[in-house]
């Protein structure tokens, strides 16, 4: 029998009110961080990379279109790590770090 303490956390949240507000507020602020980074990606040029894809993708994560070469060539020259297959953490990806970003994947483009 699976642990009752993440279903009894989601029960003390969701039955008060003020902790339910606090909740919706910080889960609509990660909302709009993704979109917005998603949004900054889609509009980055980065050669013949269809970056616009991204913009219609949902979720935490997204595949950029990378081959094996392009993703070991991130992670060993740039420091951007990723899984091979080019998924990234788009909610991870800080907003001051979308220029640097976009810039490496130009140099491995």
């Known amino acids: 029998m699976p642990p009752d ?5 989601v ?3 969701l039955s008060d009110e003020a902790l339910r507000a ?6 609509d602020q990660i909302r709009s961080h993704i979109k917005r980074t998603r949004r900054q990606l889609a509009a980055a040029r980065v050669n013949s ?3 616009h894809l991204i913009a219609d993708q949902k ?3 997204s595949t950029l ?3 094996d070469a392009q993703v070991t060539a991130l992670r060993e020259q ?9 998924r990234i953490n788009v ?3 800080r907003e001051a770090d979308i220029p640097r970003f976009v810039e490496a994947l130009k140099a491995v483009a």
């Open 5 to 9: 303490h993440g279903a009894a956390i």
């Open 11 to 13: 029960r003390e949240v």
């Open 22 to 27: 606090s909740w919706r507020e910080e889960l």
């Open 49 to 51: 990379m269809p970056m």
């Open 59 to 61: 979720g935490m994560f």
């Open 65 to 67: 279109p990378l081959n």
């Open 78 to 86: 740039h420091g951007i790590y990723m899984t091979d297959s080019a």
């Open 91 to 93: 909610a991870g990806l």
